[in-house]
């Protein structure tokens, strides 16, 4: 009997649970897979749940904890550390025209100014060159999202205002 009233739990809060993975991941068929994830986990570990406790609670922390460590996972695959010297070649694209050398001397001297910066400016906008979202940044940083679009901001001012006299 406890197994059916646990099934009904379950079923219960589905709807719930939806819109807090849709919360997480901001995508349709992302909050299904990661609500279809949750559920089979919880009746994977049904006996690990004990009666008259909060069941959604229990749920809820299933759903987080599953979310972080696909986040975690993707993040560690997508990152790669390059320990050269030469960073300011690493993201360029392949036919950028960077060959000539004033097109090197302008990337070395934004380098130099970026790298400049104290490092709370420095990271949030070398992550953002790189192609994560504001709302990455701060989960990373584990910042507020406002103080992540200022630094950003502030850094690209500042690049303007150095390398004012390199524009056509």
């Given at each position: 009997?406890?197994?059916?009233?646990?099934?009904?739990?379950?079923?219960?809060?589905q709807?719930?649970?939806?819109?807090?993975?849709?919360?997480?991941?901001?995508?349709?068929?992302?909050?299904?897979?990661?609500?279809?994830?949750?559920?089979?986990?919880?009746?994977?570990?049904?006996?690990?749940?004990?009666?008259?406790?909060?069941?959604?609670?229990?749920?809820?922390?299933?759903?987080?904890?599953?979310?972080?460590?696909?986040?975690r996972?993707?993040?560690?695959?997508?990152?790669?550390v390059d320990?050269t010297?030469?960073?300011?070649h690493?993201?360029?694209?392949?036919?950028s025209?960077?060959?000539?050398?004033?097109?090197?001397?302008d990337?070395?001297e934004?380098?130099r100014i970026?790298?400049?910066?104290?490092?709370?400016?420095k990271v949030?906008?070398?992550?953002?060159?790189?192609?994560?979202?504001?709302?990455?940044?701060?989960?990373?940083?584990?910042?507020?999202?406002?103080?992540?679009?200022?630094?950003?901001?502030?850094?690209?001012?500042?690049?303007q205002?150095?390398?004012?006299?390199?524009?056509?």
């Open positions: 009997m406890k197994s059916l009233s646990f099934r009904k739990d379950l079923i219960g809060v709807d719930e649970l939806l819109r807090f993975a849709y919360k997480l991941t901001t995508d349709r068929e992302e909050a299904n897979d990661l609500l279809q994830e949750t559920s089979l986990k919880a009746l994977d570990n049904e006996e690990k749940y004990a009666p008259d406790t909060n069941f959604k609670g229990w749920m809820y922390t299933i759903m987080r904890n599953i979310f972080i460590n696909n986040y996972k993707v993040v560690r695959e997508q990152t790669f320990h010297d030469n960073l300011y690493l993201n360029l694209p392949q036919e025209g960077a060959d000539n050398t004033e097109s090197s001397y990337l070395k934004m380098h970026v790298n400049a910066l104290p490092k709370e400016y949030p906008f070398s992550m953002h060159v790189s192609g994560f979202k504001y709302r990455e940044i701060a989960e990373r940083l584990d910042l507020p999202l406002g103080t992540v679009k200022s630094r950003i901001f502030f850094t690209r001012q500042k690049l205002e150095e390398l004012k006299d390199f524009r056509n």
